[in-house]
């Protein structure tokens, strides 16, 4: 069980940095959100969670830290894809 809830947590987290980050609730790439979102939750939970000293528990900094890192992954993906197409 949470598997699954890292998972949907994860498209969650994913889906929210594209839409951040200017995308429409239509146009959320759900692959890139799923990946973003679990490589961000990792990174980005795991790191502000410890930084306020919340340990591995579910609490909110980890929450905005899960967000942010998948913000932080979304944008870099957007600015390697933008800069491979004008090559």
Known sequence: ????????????AGGAAQMILGKNA???DWTLAF?????GSLVGGLVVSLIAGDGINLR???IIGSV???VVVTA???RVRSTKSVS
């Open 76 to 78: 870099v993906w957007y």
């Open 60 to 62: 909110p900094s980890g």
């Open 35 to 39: 990946v973003a979102g679990l490589v």
């Open 1 to 12: 069980m949470l598997f699954i809830g890292i998972i949907l947590f994860g498209m969650i």
């Open 68 to 70: 942010l890192g998948a």
């Open 26 to 28: 239509r146009s959320v």
